[in-house]
């Protein structure tokens, strides 16, 4: 989020500060995006909006959490899990990236418990991911996507 125009309120989350999380280039997460997902959102407040609104709030309060891609290490998917109404606006605002961080669990995909989106997109992973155990729940980006191991370090 180079001379982003949004507040990186996200980087007092405990993920950033745990190294969890790397800024990771829109085009890239967009390809992987639901684009079936509802054009309604909800704001940090609560209450239920459309993307225009989220806009404004994202310019007045800032992005408060990193995007979020879950993989599955059983079924080999993965899926942008938190963030796919924020894509569909950084993108069309030329925002270049989007501090992301990867959840891994066994499986991914909209069949499971605890899905974040109300999209049913998934993808196969791509060449495979650069792990094949869960020993941490969330991890940086760069530990797991092969196209991703040669991203610059975000610093404070």
């Not at 704001?43 to 310019?59: A, E, F, N, Q």
Request: with cysteine; charged share 30%; net charge negative.
């Amino acid at each position: 989020m180079e001379s982003s125009i949004i507040k990186e309120v996200w980087r007092e989350h405990p993920l950033y500060k745990q190294g969890k999380v790397a800024l990771v280039p829109t085009e890239w997460v967009w390809k992987y995006r639901g684009a079936d997902v509802s054009p309604r959102v909800e704001l940090l407040d609560g209450t239920i909006s459309d993307l225009d609104t989220l806009w404004k709030s994202l310019l007045e309060f800032g992005l408060h959490r990193p995007f979020i891609m879950r993989i599955g290490l059983k079924n080999k998917k993965f899926r942008l899990e938190a963030g796919n109404h924020l894509i569909q606006l950084f993108r069309k605002h030329g925002i270049t990236e989007v501090p992301l961080t990867v959840q891994v669990k066994e499986e991914c995909g909209p069949h499971v418990e605890d899905v974040m989106t109300d999209a049913s997109h998934n993808f196969d992973a791509p060449e495979g991911f650069l792990i094949d155990t869960i020993t941490a729940e969330y991890m940086n980006p760069k530990e797991v996507f092969p196209d991703l191991k040669n991203l610059k370090e975000v610093y404070n």
